[in-house]
């Protein structure tokens, strides 16, 4: 059964930094991809960035340049490293897994609070 945890959110101000952290277990990830999302008050979940397999990475245009995502496949960890925060940034981000098509594994969420 896969499992992802999310660790590493909290409360900063507007210009810090924040990683994340999504650690998954419950059978080898070779081949699979994983994503950052994100879901604000009153909002739909929104794509953030995502890594697969062969590291290739894609950001949404309103965090590239800001935004790292990087995966240590020997710990089966997933970091995403936020820096220049703004209030914008506030949301639950939530990790994602797939083997193909759509993400269909996901982490229970950790707040981030961004205050200006």
């Known amino acids: 059964q896969v499992q992802l945890v999310e660790s590493g959110g909290g409360l900063v101000q507007a210009g810090d930094s924040l990683r994340l952290s999504c650690a998954a277990s419950?059978?080898?990830?070779?081949?699979?991809?994983m994503g950052w999302f994100r879901q604000a008050p009153g909002k739909r979940r929104e794509f953030v960035a995502e890594i697969v397999w062969s590291g290739r990475t894609l950001y949404a245009s309103s965090v590239k340049g800001r935004f790292t995502i990087s995966r240590d496949t020997a710990k089966n960890t997933v970091y995403l490293q936020m820096n220049s925060l703004n209030p914008e940034d506030t949301a639950v981000y939530y990790c994602a897994a797939k083997e193909t098509g759509l993400y269909n594994y996901w982490g229970q969420g950790t707040q981030v609070t961004v205050s200006s």
């Open positions: 419950g059978r080898t990830f070779s081949g699979w991809s």
